[in-house]
């Protein structure tokens, strides 16, 4: 095994960190105005009401320490494919500078919402930045996965490795059902998360979401692993065949484990199921594309391999040993940040205000 291929799988892996991690934040982002809303919870509606308001600042707050740390791992994603891969790095961010100028925008006005929405009392204010979390986390939850099922379906690569197709190849049938794939997958994360973080009503809704939620992700994930899996084991496409193809499988059960776990209460068990589900199918993915990093859909001969578009061996040692002194001091604090912030997030249910009537103007 060469340092390119540790490399490759080194960068699925923080691939597959990225989509758990942040997979829920944009789950949750997603369902903000699904659950934000006004209800009224317990049995046969006896308890008060719990404003919008309220709701939203809990759903908020239960990824507010933990949503940037987990921007992290795209950070050290890119990061690592510049350094490791330079060849895959400037095909790929040259091939989708659009739909990753997308992405970026909606990431920028996700992270200011976050900060902003708070900064005045005025219900208008926070309902426009509400609409950024929302709009700031579905973009990039679908056009990940239609980015993804692009580098697994193959761009118009030439032999120099230049991109020499437009925006409208990346809308094809197998890239946008990945993006709808991810779509579903992680609002269903994201619903897991807030029933494992929150109390009352709103993770009693949480629970109900997740369940409709799941049967989609089972539908959509399923379709596009099953998908992937017949492409690439079909002449003419190089893959690691069974180890994808388990990798795959194992998505699939935890999925369903996930959705079983949740009909029977138990939260912890149905998100880690989830988040497993996720880290499998991501595997599966890299799996099946190495050793792969940018397939040719001109001619397999342009194809960017972790061979010819890495860095030299002296580069990639040094980055090994970087990694392996720095990385844990990473996993540590981020472990730690979790363990802080483990327990659930609750607000005192609060009654219906009397309108005020406004004055008279004069």
């Known amino acids: 095994m060469h340092f390119h291929d540790v490399w490759f799988m080194a960068i699925a892996l923080l691939w597959a960190g990225y989509f758990i991690l942040e997979g829920f934040d944009f789950g949750v982002g997603v369902l903000l105005p699904v659950l934000g809303r006004p209800s009224r919870g317990g049995q046969g509606g006896s308890s008060p009401w719990a404003s919008a308001e309220t709701r939203r600042r809990v759903m908020i707050n239960a990824i507010g320490p933990v949503w940037d740390g987990n921007e992290v791992w795209l950070l050290t994603a890119g990061g690592a494919t510049f350094a490791a891969f330079p060849g895959w790095y400037a095909s790929m961010f040259s091939a989708f500078y659009l739909p990753l100028l997308f992405i970026l925008v909606a990431l920028i006005l996700r992270g200011v919402a976050f900060e902003y929405r708070g900064k005045r009392d005025s219900a208008t204010w926070r309902r426009r930045w509400d609409a950024a979390i929302f709009g700031g986390s ?24 230049n991109y020499v197709g437009n925006f409208w190849d990346f809308l094809n049938p197998y890239s946008l059902l990945g993006g709808v794939a991810t779509l579903v997958l992680f609002t269903l994360d994201g619903a897991l998360f807030l029933a494992l973080k929150t109390t009352g009503d709103l993770r009693r809704d949480a629970n109900r979401v997740a369940r409709g939620t799941g049967v989609l992700a089972v539908l959509a994930g399923g379709g596009f692993l099953a998908w992937t899996e017949f492409s690439y084991q079909a002449p003419g496409h ?46 599966a993915l890299f799996t099946a594309l190495y050793p792969n990093v940018l397939p040719s859909s001109i001619n397999a001969a342009y194809n960017l391999t972790v061979a010819n578009a890495s860095s030299t061996a002296k580069t990639l040692a040094l980055m090994t040993v970087i990694a392996c002194i720095f990385l844990p001091f990473v996993l540590l604090y981020q472990g730690w940040t979790y363990w802080v912030f483990r327990k659930r997030i609750s607000a005192a249910p609060q009654a219906p205000q009397p309108q005020q009537p406004e004055p008279a103007s004069r």
Do not use: M, Q, Y
Request: charged share 5%; proline share 1%.
């Open 138 to 161: 579905l973009l990039p939850a679908i056009l990940w996965g239609v980015a993804f099922g692009n580098v697994l379906h193959g761009i118009k690569l030439d032999a120099a490795h």
């Open 238 to 283: 190089t893959g690691t065949g069974i180890a994808s193809v388990v990798l795959a499988a194992v998505a699939a059960v935890a999925l369903l484990v996930a959705c079983a776990a949740n009909l029977r209460g138990r939260e912890g068990a149905a998100f880690g199921a989830a988040a497993a589900g996720i880290g499998a199918a991501t595997g």
